[in-house]
């Protein structure tokens, strides 16, 4: 044994005082009596004296002297060796995943696991180190290496229940890393409290598909976190049962390819039991039913369908199964359907059928044909100035082109004025040079030999069997946002784009009247594409994300929302501000977001405040499923919509084998000390001693 | 500050004026010394036997009825004090000390009797007579009476209230009224000398003190108690249970007093020492029915 404080040895010399002090109380005290007659006659009638009552004061003073020496040995705090050699060094993983919400052990999974992890806490040796590491999601450390009791039960009662999918390999690596790789004299545990099947490896098949989403994961070494590890004991309590759970395991939309208003549905049910399930998903837009579906599920079948709606409005789409079992989680899922908003189109032409019809069967198109001689250029105005009034300028510089755009599109026919108009354009058979291009000699047949297929704006296009005659050489002005999509076999461009502070020019070379390109399906698809790509996207779906994924958003884009519907002093006359038009997955802005802090609030209402860099803002890790909003924190007004879902078929799937969780045994271990120091025990004993003194000298038991 | 100032001779003057017939004829509810005989106050009468006086013969009634009855008179006779003062040193115990006012009972129960023209005696004693006041009579004998008081002072070993009534009770005297006053803590037994002197035909009549902290004791825990009397010593460990036994003892030894009293028509006046000595006094005339 060994002492924590020899130095308090010191307090020993407490013994003589406490001697001296108790002999000079027991010596008798003298007193005179008138007769002695009636003592005497008391004593004289009692016993003789036992043992203890002859030794009544030395026994007294050993009492004493023995208190002493517990409490002075308890001050030096004493250890044994083997104490140091089994101090433990423990690693407490608690999986908060979707899964432990399952609610087959009363309360759930997780209430279980908290109160296993609080009896591991209190079954902890003295001098024992715990650290809380929690496996719902991206594996955090909710608590550092610590002895005391207390801290670790109130991080242990903070955790709280995600929608997380299970990271407990991560977990476990982590807590590895916690532990260190050193040899020492210390035990090395970790403790997994957790449903995750043993040898299960529980990672997210939904991971691959936002893989760029996801915070990135160190790739485990090892599937199966209870790989032998010299040096390390990794103990796991699994909590379930064999209980079935039917959940949606994919619930995501997109816009349909060849109807504008129209978007798909695709949805995946999952019957994660060993029976067979019947049940119902219904499907509401804005808690009107769009559909309804009858599901008859045999064991572990996974049933999907996709469906095909249409939509100018939006709002919030919500499957749901109408069964309720252990997890709730998975039965609703959502999707945020932005509104469609209608876009104006000016055409400059002085008449080409095939362009006038292509806009006009856009339901989306709002189109007005001008012909050139009316047409006067929107942005010329701006342009002109930009050398005298620097405050115009500037702002048309700092305007996002999502905001020119709000004006519309300019389709130029031909008819190209000196100056390229702000906003929008598309360039169509250009007959004359202006400030951005010089126009060449005409190319007679022309074949397209070089196409960007990463363009946007060349999706779902191919264009190297269409014949594009008399399309003209172009030569631009400055090689500055001039990109080009298509060039002919001698490289000249035909499809190019321009992107300019203020501006976004689609320059297209070909003569519409004499090629076949309008009477191709290329057509439609890629004017389609260049009003997308004029509007960056506007009102196209964001697709739903999985719980505990990461995602990106454009903030100059939130910013530009904002703006774009404020009133602008310094906005020309002929620039209709009022049209609202708004990026994917926005529901309604009226703010200023761009002046005001953002901040991410949680399906529960939870808020949490963004930081705001000037380009891109990381969102998540999402660990609740619902509908998160980016707000504006003046006004509460929402800049942004994301829909979240559990959508893992191994978190819906909580079935526990029954091997492994007869298997798993409490993780408690106590020590034979109780968990106690040696100090704790010598107190113990010294109360113990002072109240058996009392008890036998005050209350006179020894007389 | 003396035992017997002027304040203390005052309350002896009233207690006289307030008791004339104390030992006269009621002291203690006991007629003391009634005798028949040639006083000069008519008694009753009796019938004439032969060999009477006929000096005696109520002629009157002689004449009247024609019966020969004898005419008898009280005889008036001194009654014989003798006040026994215990002056053992456990008197000296107490607060005040019993030695103080079983002085002053002394002092008073003296007056009250001189004043009546009774014969005073006071023995002091302890394990023995240690001292003597002779018979005396006449109340201007009170100041030598109360010099002898003030003389005494606590002495000897323990009590023996025995041998002292013996030693009394062979002195050729008349007997008498004994009042003897006292804590009685007689390691032989009181019964011994009471005995006695109930036995040679004195009148007994007992005044008891005691002190508070001998009746309730306040002792605890480890002492070692001495008897002033013997100076023997006890080591005990007193607890409130042998405080709870000492009380129960103390009182069964007053009780065993009062039986005695009751059982031997002895008088008795237990008293503890700080009460003033005229308040007693009037106590046990009271009693008595000297004063109403």
């Known amino acids: 044994m060994s002492l924590a404080s020899p130095l308090a040895l010191l307090w020993l010399a407490a013994l003589i005082p406490v001697v001296v002090f108790y002999i000079l109380k027991i010596r008798l005290r003298r007193v005179p009596v008138s007769t002695i007659l009636f003592w005497r006659q008391i004593y004289d009638e009692q016993q003789p004296r036992s043992i203890w009552q002859r030794m009544r004061h030395w026994l007294s003073l050993l009492a004493q002297v023995v208190l002493i020496l517990l409490l002075v040995l308890a001050l030096a705090d004493p250890f044994f060796a083997w104490e140091t050699r089994q101090l433990r060094r423990i690693v407490l993983i608690v999986d908060n995943s979707a899964s432990m919400n399952a609610t087959d052990v009363s309360p759930s999974r997780l209430a279980a696991a908290k109160d296993e992890a609080l009896r591991v806490i209190r079954g902890m040796r003295f001098r024992d180190e715990l650290a809380i ?571 | 500050m003396p035992l017997f100032d002027t304040e203390f001779l005052k309350k002896l003057e009233y207690l006289s004026l307030v008791s004339r017939r104390m030992f006269r004829g009621s002291l203690l509810a006991q007629r003391r010394t009634m005798q028949t005989g040639g006083g000069i106050e008519f008694a009753d009468h009796r019938e004439y036997s032969h060999g009477d006086d006929f000096r005696h013969l109520d002629w009157n009634v002689f004449a009247r009825h024609g019966q020969l009855l004898l005419k008898r008179f009280q005889e008036e006779e001194d009654l014989h004090v003798y006040l026994l003062l215990d002056c053992s040193r456990s008197m000296a115990f107490g607060s005040p000390p019993k030695f103080d006012l079983a002085r002053q009972i002394v002092a008073a129960l003296a007056y009250i009797a001189l004043a009546d023209l009774d014969r005073v005696a006071v023995i002091a004693f302890a394990d023995d007579i240690i001292a003597d006041f002779p018979l005396t009579r006449g109340k201007d004998r009170i100041l030598s009476l109360l010099k002898f008081l003030e003389g005494l002072e606590v002495q000897g070993e323990a009590t023996d209230l025995g041998r002292v009534v013996k030693a009394f009770t062979q002195r050729p005297q008349r007997h008498g009224l004994a009042v003897v006053v006292s804590d009685l803590f007689d390691p032989q037994g009181y019964e011994r000398g009471f005995d006695l002197l109930r036995y040679r035909n004195y009148e007994l009549h007992a005044v008891q003190l005691h002190d508070r902290q001998e009746a309730e004791p306040s002792l605890l825990g480890e002492l070692e108690l001495v008897d002033i009397e013997s100076d023997g010593g006890q080591q005990v460990t007193i607890t409130e249970n042998a405080l709870k036994k000492y009380r129960t003892l103390f009182e069964d030894f007053q009780e065993s007093l009062r039986k005695y009293g009751r059982k031997y028509g002895v008088g008795l006046t237990q008293t503890r020492c700080e009460v003033p000595f005229d308040e007693l006094i009037l106590k046990m005339m009271r009693a008595s029915g000297a004063v109403g």
């Open chain 1, 133 to 703: 590491v929690t496996a719902g999601g991206s594996p955090r450390v909710v608590c550092g290496f610590s002895s005391h009791s207390r801290t670790l039960s109130h991080a242990i009662d903070d955790v709280v229940a995600t929608d997380n999918p299970t990271r407990v390999i991560e977990a476990v690596e982590l807590a590895r890393r916690l532990l260190g790789e050193r040899q020492d004299e210390h035990q090395r545990e970790i403790v997994v409290l957790t449903d995750t099947a043993k040898g299960q490896a529980r990672q997210n098949s939904n991971l691959a598909d936002h893989s760029a989403e996801r915070a990135p994961a160190s790739p485990p070494p090892n599937l199966n976190f209870e790989v032998p590890d010299p040096g390390l004991q990794i103990r796991t309590r699994r909590f379930g049962t064999n209980a079935g759970n039917v959940g949606i395991t994919q619930f995501q939309t997109r816009r349909s390819l060849i109807d504008p208003l129209g978007y798909e549905i695709l949805v995946e049910v999952t019957n994660a039991s060993d029976e067979l399930v019947e049940c119902r998903l219904e499907i509401d837009l804005n808690d009107e039913v769009v559909d309804v579906v009858p599901l008859k599920l045999t064991p572990g079948q996974r049933w999907s369908q996709s469906f095909e709606k249409t939509s100018a409005d939006g709002g919030h789409l919500m499957a749901k199964l109408d069964r309720a079992d252990t997890l709730a989680v998975d039965n609703r899922a959502w999707a945020v359907l932005p509104q469609r908003e209608m876009l104006p189109v000016t055409l400059v032409t002085e008449g080409n059928l095939f362009l006038q019809k292509v806009f006009e069967s856009n339901p989306l198109v709002t189109l007005t044909r001008i012909d050139p001689p009316g047409w006067k250029p929107p942005g010329s105005r701006i342009r002109q100035n930009a050398g005298t009034e620097n405050s115009n300028v500037a702002f048309n510089s700092a305007r996002s082109l999502a905001t020119a755009a709000t004006s519309g599109i300019t389709v130029l026919h031909r008819h190209v004025p000196e100056v390229l108009p702000s906003g929008a354009v598309l360039v169509i058979d250009p007959r004359n040079s202006c400030e951005a291009w010089q126009l060449g000699e005409p190319i007679q047949n022309p074949i397209v030999h070089q196409q960007d297929k990463d363009s946007p704006v060349l999706g779902h296009v191919r264009l190297d069997n269409v014949v594009m005659p008399e399309a003209r050489q172009v030569t631009f002005a400055s090689d500055e946002g001039v990109k080009v999509l298509a060039r002919s076999v001698a490289g000249d461009p035909l499809l190019a784009t321009i992107e300019r502070p203020g501006q976004k020019v689609l320059l297209l070379t070909v003569n519409l009247d004499e090629g076949d390109l309008p009477l191709r399906t290329a057509f439609p698809i890629l004017m389609m594409n260049a009003l997308n790509w004029c509007t960056e996207n506007r009102g196209e779906l964001r697709e739903s994300l999985p719980t505990g994924a990461i995602t990106e958003i454009d903030v100059a884009a939130l910013r530009s929302v904002g703006q774009a519907f404020q009133p602008d002093p310094n906005a020309p006359s002929d620039v209709e501000l009022n049209q609202t038009t708004r990026p994917a997955g926005v529901a309604g802005t009226t703010g200023q977001p761009g002046k005001a802090d953002l901040r991410l609030v949680a399906p529960d209402g939870r808020r949490s405040a963004l930081p705001t860099p000037s380009e891109r803002l990381s969102l998540g890790p999402f660990d609740q499923c619902g509908v998160w909003r980016v707000v504006a924190d003046e006004g509460d007004t929402t800049l942004l919509e994301l829909a979240c879902n559990l959508a893992d078929r191994n978190e819906s799937d909580v079935r526990v084998p029954k091997s492994d969780a007869a298997t798993s045994a409490s993780v408690v271990s106590t020590g034979w000390l109780g968990n106690r120091p040696v100090w704790f025990w010598l107190i113990a004993v010294a109360w113990l001693l002072m109240a058996v003194e009392w008890w036998a000298y005050q209350r006179r038991v020894i007389e």
